[in-house]
Each structure stands twice: as structure tokens, then as C-alpha cells.
């Protein structure tokens, strides 16, 4: 037993990406390294372009995308990418496929950043276990305000756990 397999276990990651991860994770990563990396992963090869959404993903790219997305609208990867990158920037999507290709790549996408970062705290890699870190944080400040944005700072903290899980 391994940590990378103790952690691929937990996370119920794809040993192909396990893989991946372990050639292509560095001490030191951007935003746009790890989307990239994780937009390579096995978990979304079922994600597929098709050539009716590539101007939608094209208006995301122009007007919300802030990070490099190495393939651009043309690959699988790069539509994961601008998906990931359109979920934490609360992106609007028209195209009911791209809104359900979004909300399998983010279901995806943060179970395996929280894996990722496993695997740096394990390295004791404190930089990328920063960036992956606060690109967590961005799913559950996403989840806060759109199912509790009603509540107050002071009522959140005094909600149960069960309550906050809910929300979360």
C-alpha cells in the first residue's frame, strides 16, 4: 500500500490519471498547469467535442476564461478545461449538453483536486498544495451562494453539520 494508491482509493481516481498525475505534478504549478493537467485525466474521456458547441465554448473562452487553455475550443481537453474554468467563474451556459457536460466535469474535476491535493501534502509540496487548495475552495464558496446565499455569515456558523454538508 502507497500513498498514491491509498489516495487514488479514497478519491476513486483512475490509475491511468494516477499516472498522469505522477509524471506531469511539479512542486511548483499554476492555475493553468493544474487545469491542464487535470483536463488530460482519464476520468473525462467521455467528455467528446462536438463541432455545434465549439462557438459557445468560444464566447466562454473570450469573455470569462482568465487561465491558458492549452488546445483551445479544437480538443476534449480544452473543453474540459473551459468547463472547469466557466464552473468558477459562475459562468452562464445557454446549451442544456454543455450544462450537463459542466456539471459531470466539476463533479469530476473537484473530487480529484482534493486528491491532487493529497498527493502534495504527501510530497510536502506547500506551493501546489496552495493553488489546489484555494481552486477548492472555489467549488464550495460556488455551492455557498447558490444554496445558502440567503444566510449570513453567523447563521452559517451555527447551522449543523448535517445542515452545511446539505448546502455543500
Sequence with gaps: ????????????????????????????MSKADILGMLSISTEFDQVQLQENKVKELKDLMDEIIRCEVKGGTETSEGKVNILLQGYI???????FALVSDMAYVTQNGDRIIWGLFEIGLSRKWAT????????????????LQRWADELSVAELASVSTAELGKFL
Design 1 to 28: 500500500m502507497t500513498d498514491l494508491g491509498r489516495i487514488a482509493a479514497k478519491y476513486y481516481i483512475h490509475t491511468a490519471s494516477i499516472e498522469i498525475f505522477n509524471k506531469e505534478l511539479k512542486p511548483v
Design 89 to 95: 467563474s459562475k459562468a452562464h451556459i445557454e446549451d
Design 128 to 143: 501546489v498544495c496552495s493553488v489546489l487548495y484555494s481552486m477548492s475552495k472555489a467549488y464550495v464558496l460556488y455551492n
